[in-house]
């Protein structure tokens, strides 16, 4: 497995930036390694300084259990098999969209959180950021 790099991280934030101009929406856009930890995060001018925190830990809950972050909502629904699951960690885990797995090659490598808009908005700029890699 190949690590990620700060050139993949670059590469993978340029894509989103570029989404998220084309929708119009400033996003925090947070790359995280196959440990979890923070490669690179840029905040877009404008984007909410709240979601700063929020788009690394949906970069970090996609790579911690290798599933996007709108999907493991809903399987945190109550009754549903994960249910609390966003209390673990610290409150670290994220349970909305915008938080993708990064894989290469079939492996995760990584995960890309964005933050700062609507679920929706979100998920089209990590997905932009994904497709990438």
């Known amino acids: 497995m190949s690590a990620l790099t700060l050139a993949d991280a670059r590469q993978i934030i340029a894509a989103a930036e570029a989404r998220a101009n084309e929708i119009g929406q400033p996003q925090n856009i947070a790359v995280v390694d196959t440990g979890g930890n923070l490669v690179a995060h840029v905040r877009m001018d404008g984007a909410w300084i709240g979601s700063i925190d929020v788009s690394i830990n949906k970069a970090w809950t996609a790579r911690a259990f290798e599933i996007p972050t709108g999907d493991l909502g809903s399987y945190s629904q109550p009754g549903a098999q994960f249910f609390g699951i966003q209390v673990s960690n610290h409150g670290r885990v994220m349970i909305f969209a ?20 609507t679920g929706e908005q979100d998920q089209t700029v990590a997905e932009a950021g994904a497709a990438a890699l």
């Not at 990584?110 to 700062?116: A, L, R, T």
């Open 98 to 117: 915008g938080g993708l797995p990064l894989r290469r090659d079939g492996q995760v490598v990584g995960g890309i959180g964005v933050s700062g808009g």
